[in-house]
């Protein structure tokens, strides 16, 4: 099993597509760091008046704090928006009371906003890059029978594979913060590891509940981050894994995988409408939410449910994988 384990890794390694995901994550976080830091900049001039690197932090968050007040006696408000909003003042009051800069920009920080914004779409779509081909890419390039020829069971060579897709999973997610980490770090020169950042609003009864929040470092909060986001990336790399072997094409199994994604982003939008829409595993995506409690309230959703959601989503796709592949004549 180790050796087939190593052959499957080397064979991944050695793949194009592994510098094409570490090409769309430097972009992206290029990008975003320059947007986020234009944001920053823009924020504090406008409501300060100075420099950015000498204000005073706390009369700008009573001016935010203003604002949201001021846009939640809009009378034409959606009830999900003004939810998100009291939450916001919430943070805010909490920020203030101990004593915590919430606009302050550094490394740690910037790397954890990016982990949360890539769990519904980025990190999503490179594990289906990753993926896409772990099992069709056998049939196109007609190395399956090659393959199957060796005196192996084949649910040991399917749990080979399965197991170095998610060992690369890991190392994807782990590329991501790392890369992130560095932008940031060259951009605004502070780690910022040891920054207090507030964590642990639950939904409860369709409210937000912030009797349970805590204080901790900012090292801690990226560590919780990245591990829903490698969550994450276990979940589509075991969906993208049994399409994989259904379709056996690389680019159908990209584009389903792609669709799925489009699909959960458009059903998040009836979430409150439709109830059945909260089964759906790509509407359980974004996980990280849940810790910075800027999450959508819907009744019966919280991160028990989302996590319990996607488990049984890749029990299920993890079953169906073995008993396709072991049944399916492949040497025809």
């Known amino acids: 099993m180790v050796k087939l384990i190593k052959n499957e890794m080397i064979k991944m390694l050695f793949k194009k597509k592994l510098v ?5 994550i430097l972009i992206e976080t290029i990008a975003f760091t320059y947007g986020e830091n234009i944001r920053y900049q823009r924020t504090i001039s406008s409501y300060t008046k ?7 932090w706390r009369p700008l968050i009573n001016k935010l704090m203003a604002d949201i007040n001021n846009k939640l006696t809009y ?3 959606k009830a999900s928006d003004e939810k998100v909003m009291k939450i916001q003042l919430q943070q805010y009051k909490y920020y203030l009371k101990k004593n915590i800069n919430p606009s302050a920009l550094s490394a740690s920080k910037f790397t ?3 982990m949360e914004q890539s769990a519904m779409m980025l990190m999503p779509l490179l594990i289906i890059i990753l993926a896409g081909d772990s099992v069709s890419g056998e049939f196109s ?4 029978k090659v393959l199957l020829t060796r005196a192996v069971p084949r649910w040991k060579i399917l749990l080979s594979k399965y197991i170095a897709l998610i060992l690369m999973s890991a190392f994807v997610v782990f590329l991501s913060a790392f890369v992130s980490m560095i932008v940031s770090e060259i951009t605004f020169r502070d780690f910022g590891f040891m920054e207090p950042v507030i964590s642990g609003y639950k939904a409860v009864a369709g409210q937000i509940d912030s009797s349970s929040v805590v204080q901790i470092y900012q090292w801690q909060y990226l560590l919780l981050v990245c591990a829903l986001n490698f969550f994450v990336a276990l979940i589509i790399a075991t ?7 259904l379709v056996k094409s690389t680019a159908a199994s990209i584009g389903i995988m ?3 994604l489009i699909g959960g982003s458009l059903l998040s939008v009836f979430l409150t409408d439709w109830p059945l829409a909260k ?4 509407v359980n995506l974004d996980l990280p939410q849940y810790l910075s409690g800027r999450f959508r309230v819907v009744d019966g959703m919280n991160l028990t449910f989302s996590i319990c959601t996607l488990i049984v989503w890749a029990a299920g796709s993890l079953i169906i994988s073995f008993i396709v592949f072991s049944r399916k004549d492949v040497l025809v």
């Open 20 to 24: 094409l995901i570490l090409a769309i």
């Open 50 to 56: 100075s420099e950015t690197g000498n204000y005073n």
């Open 75 to 77: 009378k034409d408000i």
């Open 112 to 114: 954890a906003q990016f």
């Open 141 to 144: 390039s007609k190395t399956i």
């Open 239 to 245: 969906i993208s894994f049994m399409v994989s072997i």
């Open 258 to 260: 792609m669709s799925t």
């Open 279 to 282: 089964y759906f595993f790509a």
